[in-house]
Nanobody, 114 residues
Framework: VQLQASGGGLVQPGGSLRLSCAAS????????MNWYRQAPGKQREFVAR??????DYADSVKGRFTISRDNAKNTAYLQMNNLKPEDTAVYYC??????????WGQGTQVTVSS
């Protein structure tokens, strides 16, 4: 199973980006789809999570980011609005199957700068 993250890029403060993370290969039912990010010199941090029952966000992105999923396509999305320079990071997706198997994507760079 491979996860392919895409949609990153350079955007001005206040702008928007939409990230996608698609799983390929045979994967059992996905329990949760997650986004993390890692800024230069910092530890990887949780951004957002979606399960069949709820969504969850880091306080720093609440009200600006929205996570969604397409189960038929085994794909997660992260709509990011009102981006700030402090959102600059490599964004990683992580899927967890119903049996607890964990898969990470390769990361996509998001740079917020004027």
């Amino acid at each position: 199973v491979q996860l392919q993250a895409s949609g990153g890029g350079l955007v001005q403060p206040g702008g928007s980006l939409r990230l996608s993370c698609a799983a390929s290969g045979t994967i059992s039912s996905i329990s949760s789809m997650n986004w993390y990010r890692q800024a230069p010199g910092k530890q990887r941090e949780f951004v957002a999570r979606i399960t069949s029952a709820f969504t969850d966000y880091a306080d720093s992105v609440k009200g600006r980011f929205t996570i969604s999923r397409d189960n038929a396509k085994n794909t997660a999305y992260l709509q990011m609005n009102n981006l700030k320079p402090e959102d600059t990071a490599v964004y990683y997706c992580k899927f967890i199957s119903q049996f607890g198997a964990t898969y990470w994507g390769q990361g996509t760079q998001v740079t917020v700068s004027s």
